[in-house]
């Protein structure tokens, strides 16, 4: 994906938004391109973002670069959906995986999780973050990587701004 394309879904009911899944050798989002999956209103929950399955049951790399976006999030009752990406190499560079809930509404949905796994995953000027405004909890960050490297302000962050509990990391 480059030039500021996308590949979404979303609900704006009770209705969940649809999962996204991308299988391929290489991935590239550029360009300040997203994939997204959200819930507008409504108690639907957002749909659950999947990067992986390459030749090798991994892709062989993904790059997530200029100021592009995996994100889910929820402004209702219903969940953010969860972030799962897998791949020999993974590079952020100026992007953001976020699962999010925003609603501060009292039974607000839950962040979702981030997971990203992989042989060398490097992190730069980026963020991998979930955060929730209300009383949902915020997801879980889990990095399982043969090498992390976080250089030029990368950031990996869990946070509320209301009741709810932040996630683990």
């Known amino acids: ?48 973002i999947t990067i992986n399955n390459g030749p090798e049951g991994a892709s062989a790399s993904i790059d ?25 190499a993974i590079t952020t560079d100026g992007a953001r995986s976020t699962s999010s809930s925003t609603s501060v509404d ?7 999780s981030v997971t990203m796994t992989g042989g060398l995953i490097t992190l730069s000027a980026g963020a991998v973050s979930t955060s929730t405004a ?14 992390l490297t976080l250089a030029g302000g990368a950031l990996v962050k869990s946070s509320t701004d209301g009741s709810g509990q932040g996630g683990s990391i």
Do not use: F, M, R
């Not at 997530?64 to 020999?88: Q, Y």
């Not at 009292?106 to 979702?112: C, I, L, M, N, V």
């Not at 209300?134 to 090498?147: E, F, L, P, S, W």
């Open 1 to 48: 994906l480059q030039g500021g394309s996308s590949v979404s879904s979303s609900a704006t009911g009770a209705g969940k938004a649809g999962d996204i899944e991308v299988d391929a050798g290489t991935v590239v989002v550029t360009g300040g391109s997203e994939i997204s999956s959200e819930s507008e209103s409504g108690g639907g929950d957002a749909g659950i």
């Open 64 to 88: 997530l670069i200029g100021g592009s976006t995996i994100t889910t999030s929820t402004e209702g009752t219903g969940d953010a959906g969860h972030i799962l990406i897998e791949g020999t």
């Open 106 to 112: 009292p039974d607000s949905g839950e962040a979702g």
């Open 134 to 147: 209300g009383d949902g909890v915020g997801g879980a960050i889990t990095v399982n990587a043969g090498n």
